[in-house]
């Protein structure tokens, strides 16, 4: 699944790629993923249109017509993008397509079909962690807000802060040097400093090194420089044992040694 700075990665590149382009051609080929719209309404709104911007806000991507209005993607755990020739075979599992005037194509496809692509509707309240709506006094109303909570619970919660997922929650403590199943009440405030610091810090390199190692790709997931996430009986960067554990039900790594 990709995560935040991977999409981050893949709003630039579909800048690139199609910003200031006008769709020919939309084609649906399954439903459930632009429900509740139904296929004309789909075409309708989004054909014959130009594309102005593609962004990135949690994990999705919004892209913005040149009427002002605004399709929201959501790849949820399987889905992918492809930037294709006119002439290329679809993907198999394709949900929809758009076709460029400039015989480029960009495919949506999911075989899970749980993809999602609808009209973006205003009412997003939760703060995009890279965002500069992300302040520090809003992190610390959060932890004091959720001061029972534990730091890895209240990092995956989509609900406040949308974007961070499971591994890139682990990476946050271990560069924060906190233990991921601590209490964000029990922080003092040098420590909140540090953990909201290492939200923005993680993150932002992530996306540098994505950027260096997927050289415009718009799909995938880029993984391999986790200090701690996934190295199930592993070890972190110094060398230390990692122990892992179960937070609300989501696997998370730490070191013992480095993290307090
Ligand atoms: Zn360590």
Redesign the pocket.
């Known amino acids: 699944m990709p995560e935040l700075p991977d999409l981050e990665v893949f709003a630039e590149n579909l800048t690139k790629y199609t910003a200031g382009k006008k769709i020919k051609k939309v084609e649906v080929f399954k439903d459930k993923p632009i429900m509740p719209l139904k296929r004309l309404e789909f075409i309708a709104f989004a054909e014959r249109k130009i594309i102005k911007s593609v962004k990135r806000f949690g994990k999705q991507l919004l892209f913005t017509f040149d009427d002002g209005k605004t399709l929201l993607l959501h790849l949820m755990l399987h889905g992918e993008l492809y930037y294709i020739n006119e002439g290329e075979k679809i993907p198999e599992y394709a949900v929809a397509a758009f076709h460029f005037f400039d015989k480029k194509i960009l495919v949506f496809k999911d075989h899970t079909q749980w993809l999602k692509l609808r009209l973006h509707t205003e009412g997003e309240h939760a703060v995009d962690p890279i965002s500069k709506a992300f302040t520090s006094g809003f992190f610390k109303a959060l932890l004091s807000e959720k001061a029972k909570t534990t730091l890895k619970e209240i990092l995956v919660d989509q609900e406040k802060v949308t974007g961070i997922g499971s591994s890139y929650a682990d990476e946050i403590c271990f560069n924060a040097k906190i233990r991921p199943q601590r209490l964000a009440g029990e922080l003092d405030d040098k420590e909140q400093k540090v953990l909201y610091n290492a939200v923005i810090t993680t993150l932002k390199d992530a996306v540098k090194k994505i950027k260096k190692g997927m050289n415009g790709n718009i799909t995938g997931e880029y993984t391999v420089h986790f200090a701690v996430h996934g190295k199930k009986k592993g070890?972190?960067?110094?060398?230390?044992k990692?122990a892992t554990l179960k937070i609300g039900g989501r696997g998370s790594e730490y070191?013992?040694?480095?993290?307090k």
């Open positions: 070890f972190c960067p110094l060398g230390h990692l070191c013992p040694k480095c993290q």
